[in-house]
């Protein structure tokens, strides 16, 4: 059944129909009308350890980020950066004048400065969303390495050459 299901392409409807994508043949049609609940139950089940193999992976992935020294300290940081602009802003636009909001204490680049591998990370991940192919190619490259406890200096140094090495070869493109 599993050679039938391959060939044919064959997904499940979200009302439980037999869907085959690719072209079949009347003698294959019989074949899955006859063993339509052993197919559904085959595509099931595949479905069902897919999705247990992205949770493992998922999982994996967290506990590499969470042990990224202060990743999560420079994060929570960020966030309170963003809510106290955000209140200052808000009040500026109001035409009030007087902003009562408490500045954080610590810039990120003070708690960055102390995470020097927290700092290759985000500096990485920013890479990495990058629109460009080759800059966010050289991201994810460089986050592949930090999160698996390389040499994050040289990382992050491969990764700028990577990029800079194309900015040249195409600065007249």
């Known amino acids: 059944m599993k050679n ?7 997904l499940l409807t979200v009302d439980g129909r037999l869907w085959p994508q690719s072209a079949i043949s009347p003698a294959e049609i019989e074949i899955l009308k006859a063993n339509k ?8 089940a595949e479905k069902e350890e897919k999705e247990e ?4 992976e998922t999982r ?14 420079i994060k929570e940081l960020q966030a309170k950066w963003e809510a106290y602009r955000y209140e200052f802003e808000r009040e500026m636009e109001e035409g009030n004048g007087i902003f009562r909001g408490i500045k954080p204490k610590e ?30 190619s ?10 698996n406890n390389e040499d994050f200096a040289k990382a992050i140094t ?14 007249w493109d």
Do not use: F
């Open 60 to 73: 994996a992935y967290q506990e590499k980020l969470n042990g990224i020294d202060g990743l999560n300290e």
């Open 37 to 44: 609940q052993e197919i559904i139950a085959i595509i099931k």
């Open 4 to 10: 039938l299901i391959k060939k044919c392409n064959i």
């Open 107 to 136: 810039t990120i680049e003070e708690v960055s400065a102390r995470y020097p591998r927290a700092r290759a990370y985000r500096l990485a991940s920013n890479y990495a969303m990058a629109s460009s192919y080759t800059k966010k």
């Open 138 to 147: 050289a991201g994810e490259k460089a986050v592949e390495k930090i999160l």
């Open 53 to 56: 193999i992205a949770k493992a």
């Open 158 to 171: 491969d990764m700028k050459n990577e990029w800079e090495a194309y900015c040249e070869k195409h600065i």
